[in-house]
């Protein structure tokens, strides 16, 4: 067997099971969010507001977060209040469906409505791998520059929801968002994107509705 | 044969391909500095500059550089007045030794003293790709926060040296250097950090300074 017919059989299998996840996680009234970004997005910050908000609000939220090493995230998260458990990939550059199965499994807690799973920080691998998540947000900062959606299409163009972060520090990256959004447009024409900043919390509580699923 | 030992097979060949690569290269009195970092962290600006300063200071320098997507980075080092050249990778998350050596193949000046190849914006996966260089460096943004190091470990323990760009937004960042430097010794002890701005200039001549081979 060749490098690329592994490689097709590989994500074929896990679309199976993400197809499968989505499925048992949906019949458990359990909405799934994957976060994906590059290194030094922002995605851990943003999401211990999220999970804040959701403690405040009493949705039922939990997060899993991925990383190659060390459990630093998880610690971090859980200041939150909620639930959240970390996946150490030991070097495996995305998450796959199976690890998410298999740490949700005996863990998440029943009732559940909303479930972020963090993925490893980068822009390119994650992009292939199906998670079972009902949204894919991709989180660009504004301090990564305007051109990441052009050269990076696969996560731009597989996302639901685009998430602007820190944009508190516009003005002193001198960051054009209509560049930016022009670069988003032309690889996903029609996206939405949203802007947001964890340390000034703009945006953060728009992006949590924005989020919630539809009450059953 | 299994993903592992599939993997290990590719990884062995390119690190035989990389290890003729470097030889030749060295015959030829080439340097090769490959340029590893996540999206964003300013590569394409730090390597503008060094071309630049390249040039000025008469030193036969060329670049090429890797993106999944576009030619934008090719064009925007072109404007430095040194070779350059695009590999478009085409989805692949890294670049491997046999790209590089087809791309160099009929292409690289005769007398090319500082060959700079920038990987794709990656933290992961380039770190286990050899690809002939004599010195590899790893870019650190501070717009990334200071816990990268032990979060990607793989990239900074097989770093000859650690670049932190974008200085001028410490202040902005709130970003601690100590913390940084501790995260990364912690990974690598040893290690030579030195810090940039691509923005201000600082750094950059003393960071060329460190890059250049000893003449012959």
């Not at 976060?35 to 039922?60: D, I, M, N, Y």
């Not at 150490?88 to 550059?93: F, Q």
């Not at 998410?100 to 005996?106: C, F, K, M, N, S």
Request: hydrophobic letters at 45%.
């Amino acid at each position: 067997m060749s490098l690329v017919e592994l490689r097709t059989a590989i994500l074929a299998k896990n679309d199976d099971l993400a197809a499968a996840l989505r499925a048992d996680l949906a019949a458990a009234g359990t909405y799934v969010v994957n976060l994906l970004s590059g290194p030094g997005s922002g995605k851990t910050a943003l999401l211990e507001l999220l999970l804040q908000r959701c403690v405040e609000r009493g949705v039922p939220a939990a997060a899993l977060t991925g990383d190659l090493a060390t459990e630093n995230d998880a610690r971090r998260l859980a200041r939150s209040g909620a639930p959240v458990r970390q996946i150490v990939t030991d070097g495996l550059c995305h998450l796959e469906a199976d690890l998410v199965r298999d740490h949700l499994a005996g863990w998440l807690p029943e009732g559940t409505r909303l479930l972020f799973v963090e993925n490893v920080g980068n822009l390119v691998c994650p992009a292939s791998y199906d998670l079972g998540e009902s949204l894919r947000v991709v989180l660009a900062a504004v301090t990564e520059g305007e051109d990441k959606p052009e050269k990076y299409p696969t996560a731009y163009r597989w996302a639901d929801l685009v998430v602007l972060t820190k944009v508190d520090l516009v003005a002193a990256c001198a960051f054009d968002e209509e560049t930016f959004r022009a670069s988003v447009q032309g690889v996903h024409p029609g996206v939405e994107v949203v802007t947001t900043s964890a340390r000034t919390g703009e945006g953060v509580d728009g992006l949590l509705t924005r989020l919630l699923p539809p009450l059953p």
